[in-house]
């Protein structure tokens, strides 16, 4: 069974009722996720549904977008439910981090069995910067990335030249 849940004020006065699935369970940029009846939406921290449960399903918002999920495609919408990303991306994607977002699209062997995602990144307007072609990809390093691929991880910059060959516990400085 699905725990539903809800949330009040500090007086006790019911700002969100107790019909929904709290996705996550915490603000991000003022708003957070809901599920109810197997579609999500937004709402802020006065109990309002700011943005429809429409979605298949949905990231949290940072940097302004959220990644959300629509007939099978994920793409982004800002704070007032506007889409700025159309949905194009088949996987799956994470929320922005200076600047870019990660997408993974499923690999299958022979016999349609899944046996990973191939990771690349996109910018906040949509356009493909790392193609999706690495066994992981972390945005978050100003124009650069760390991406795994043949057991290796590399700090590598937009145009995929190797920056740095990084021991499997490092990570630059942010």
């Given at each position: 069974m699905i725990e539903k849940k809800g949330f009040a004020d500090k007086y006790g006065n019911i700002l969100l009722p107790t019909e929904y699935r709290?996705?996550?369970?915490?603000?991000?940029?003022g708003l957070m996720v809901l599920e109810k009846d197997k579609k999500f939406g937004f709402t802020n921290t006065m109990g309002q549904i700011v943005?429809?449960?429409?979605?298949?399903?949905a990231g949290k918002f940072n940097e302004g977008l959220a990644p959300v999920l629509k007939n099978g495609k994920?793409?982004?919408?800002?704070?007032?439910?506007?889409?700025?990303i159309d949905f194009k991306f088949v996987g799956v994607?994470?929320?922005f981090q200076n600047g870019f977002a990660s997408y993974g699209k499923r690999n299958f062997s022979s016999g349609a069995h899944y046996t990973s995602d191939l990771w690349g990144a996109?910018?906040?307007?949509?356009?493909?910067?790392?193609?999706?072609?690495?066994?992981?990809v972390t945005t978050g390093?100003?124009?650069?990335f760390v991406v795994e691929i043949d057991g290796?991880?590399?700090l590598i910059d937009r145009?995929?030249?190797v920056i740095a060959i990084l021991k499997y516990e490092e990570r630059p400085v942010q």
């Open positions: 709290e996705d996550y369970e915490q603000f991000s940029e943005i429809p449960l429409i979605y298949d399903e994920w793409g982004f919408i800002n704070s007032k439910g506007e889409t700025i994607v994470t929320s996109i910018d906040k307007k949509g356009n493909i910067v790392i193609k999706n072609k690495y066994n992981n390093y100003n124009e650069n290796k991880k590399l145009n995929e030249n």
